[in-house]
């Protein structure tokens, strides 16, 4: 059993930038795949970025792309989404998960289903 904990969300302005962070509780963190997701009001959630188990993999939702940057701290047992360049239309509820199966290989995941353990997710709200 794997216990995620977010934090960083918040209401900010337009063109401003936030940095959201998950922490994983229990061992093998450094063998996770990592990603995060995000749900608007009335849409379905959808995968922002996810980083592979190695970290050398990472992928973005085309929308998010050159403004949102994922990392992660092994040692810290925690992971990353910085949000730069904040717009109206990134206003959700921002979900961290995580896979504990992924193989050392493999590339960042992008489906919701191939992540095991979820966070309760950290409300994101931008004002114009």
């Known amino acids: 059993q794997v216990q995620l904990v977010e934090s960083g969300g918040g209401l900010v302005q337009a063109g401003d930038s936030l940095r959201l962070s998950c922490t994983a509780s229990?061992?093998?963190?450094?063998?996770?795949?990592l990603g995060w997701f995000r749900q608007a009001p009335g849409k379905d959630r959808d995968i922002v970025a996810a980083?592979?188990?190695?970290?050398?993999?990472?992928y973005y939702a085309d929308s998010v792309k050159g403004r949102f940057t994922i990392s992660r701290d092994n040692d810290k047992k925690t992971f990353y989404l910085q949000i730069d360049s904040l717009k109206t239309e990134d206003t959700a509820v921002y979900y961290c998960?995580?896979?504990?199966?992924?193989?050392?290989?493999?590339?960042?995941?992008?489906?919701?289903?191939?992540?095991?353990?979820w966070g309760q997710g950290t409300q994101v709200t931008v004002s114009s």
């Open positions: 998960a995580v896979d504990v199966n992924a193989i050392l290989s493999s590339s960042a995941k992008s489906r919701d289903d191939d992540y095991d353990y």
């Open positions: 229990g061992p093998s963190f450094s063998r996770f795949a």
């Open positions: 980083i592979s188990r190695s970290g050398r993999s990472t």
